[in-house]
C-alpha cells in the first residue's frame, strides 16, 4: 500500500470555526490532490499540487485553501466551516507511470461534520 | 472536456452470478481509463487501468474491462461474483499525460447469498 496517512480520520466541528486537514506521504509523489466524496457526486477535486508551494484548483475550491510547504505535506484549510462541507474529504497522490499516466494512490479519508 | 456516466446508482446480483457494471465516457482527446474499488471506510484502490495498450484489460481478484471506442465505453465485468466483492465502484478518465482524472459517481455493488 502506498503511504499515505490523513489526519485528523474523523472530526466534528461547529458552523464558522476553523479546521485544517493534513495529508503526509512517504512515496516523495510529485502530485498531491484534496477531494470531497459526497453521495450521487462521486468525487470532486477541491485543490492539487504540482510541486512544493505550486497549487491550483481544482471543481469545488471556494471556502478551501491548501498549502505546500514541503513535498510530503499538502493542507487542506476551511476557513470559516459551513453546513454545506460537511463530507469525507480524500487525500491522493501521483507519479508518472508507464511513461504517460498518472494513477492515483488514495488516503484513508477524513470524516468531518460541521454542525 | 472529459466526463464519465456510470450508469446506475446501485447494482445487485446474487453469489455466483456476473457482475456488469456499465461506464460511458466522454473526451475530446485519448482517453486513459481507470477503475477503482472503495471498501466501506477505506480510500480508493486502483482495479485496472486502460492506457492504450490492450483494449482487454484484466485486474485484480479477478474483473475485467473492455475499451469500446465506438460505444465510448468501459464496462467493468467479473464473471461469478464473491460476497467480499460488495463494495463502491468507480470508473474514471484522464488523458495521456494529464495529471488530472474525472471521476463518475459511482456504482454501489451489492452481492445477495
Known amino acids: 500500500d502506498a503511504g499515505i496517512t490523513q489526519s485528523p480520520r474523523h472530526k466534528v466541528t461547529e458552523t464558522g470555526t476553523p479546521v485544517t486537514l493534513r495529508c503526509h506521504q512517504t512515496e516523495n509523489h510529485r502530485y498531491m490532490y484534496w477531494y470531497r466524496q459526497d453521495p450521487g457526486h462521486g468525487l470532486r477535486l477541491i485543490h492539487y499540487s504540482y510541486g512544493v508551494k505550486d497549487t491550483d484548483k481544482g471543481e469545488v475550491s471556494d471556502g478551501y485553501s491548501v498549502s505546500r510547504s514541503k513535498t510530503e505535506d499538502f493542507l487542506l484549510t476551511l476557513e470559516s466551516a459551513t453546513s454545506s462541507q460537511t463530507s469525507v474529504y480524500f487525500c491522493?497522490?501521483?507519479?508518472?507511470?508507464?511513461?504517460?499516466?498518472?494513477?492515483?494512490?488514495f488516503g484513508p479519508g477524513t470524516r468531518l461534520t460541521v454542525t | 472536456a472529459q466526463s464519465v456516466t456510470q450508469l446506475g446508482s446501485h447494482v445487485s446480483v446474487s453469489e455466483g452470478a456476473l457482475v456488469l457494471l456499465r461506464c460511458n465516457y466522454s473526451?475530446?482527446?485519448?482517453?486513459?481509463l481507470f477503475w477503482y474499488v472503495q471498501y466501506p471506510n477505506q480510500g480508493l484502490q486502483l482495479l485496472l487501468k486502460y492506457t492504450s495498450a490492450a483494449t482487454l484489460v484484466k485486474g485484480i481478484n479477478g474483473f475485467e474491462a473492455e475499451f469500446k471506442k465506438s460505444e465510448t465505453s468501459f464496462h467493468l465485468t467479473k464473471p461469478s461474483a464473491h460476497m467480499s466483492d460488495a463494495a463502491e465502484y468507480f470508473c474514471a478518465v484522464s488523458r495521456a499525460g494529464g495529471f488530472k482524472t474525472i471521476f463518475g459517481a459511482g456504482t454501489r455493488l451489492f452481492v445477495k447469498a
Open positions: 491522493a497522490i501521483s507519479e508518472l507511470s508507464g511513461g504517460s499516466n498518472y494513477e492515483q494512490y
Open positions: 473526451s475530446s482527446v485519448p482517453p486513459y
